[in-house]
């Protein structure tokens, strides 16, 4: 069984920093896509970042230049999350796609206030 956790979530200031890391478990194949998503309340879930295995990362446009992902193997993955703003607010969810299926975490908290 595969399993996915979330990790580093928390309450920030306006333009600070926090990075969240997301390990998965169990048979995990050498080539897959793990990526970030988030859901706001009342609000869709949507993409964050994904970064396949072998290829090109991908990001939203709302974080392009502020956040950046990067793997650490074939089963970890991070989230450097930098010059957050109030609408970064949501719960952060790790998801692994192998073979067609898609494993998603429990997700993480990420507060923006001052």
């Known amino acids: 069984q595969v399993q996915v956790v979330e990790s580093g979530g928390g309450l920030v200031e306006p333009g600070g920093s926090l990075r969240l890391s997301c390990a998965a478990s169990?048979?995990?194949?050498?080539?897959?896509?793990m990526g970030w998503y988030r859901q706001a309340p009342g609000k869709q879930r949507e993409l964050v970042a994904t970064?396949?295995?072998?290829?090109?990362t991908n990001y939203a446009d709302s974080v392009k230049g502020r956040f950046t992902i990067s793997r650490d193997g074939k089963n970890t993955v991070y989230l450097q999350m930098n010059s957050l703003k109030p609408e970064d607010t949501a719960v952060y969810y790790c998801?692994?796609?192998?073979?067609?299926?898609?494993?998603w975490g429990q997700g993480t908290q990420v507060t923006v206030s001052s």
């Open positions: 970064q396949p295995s072998y290829g090109h």
């Open positions: 169990g048979s995990i194949i050498l080539i897959n896509t």
């Open positions: 998801k692994l796609t192998q073979v067609g299926q898609d494993i």
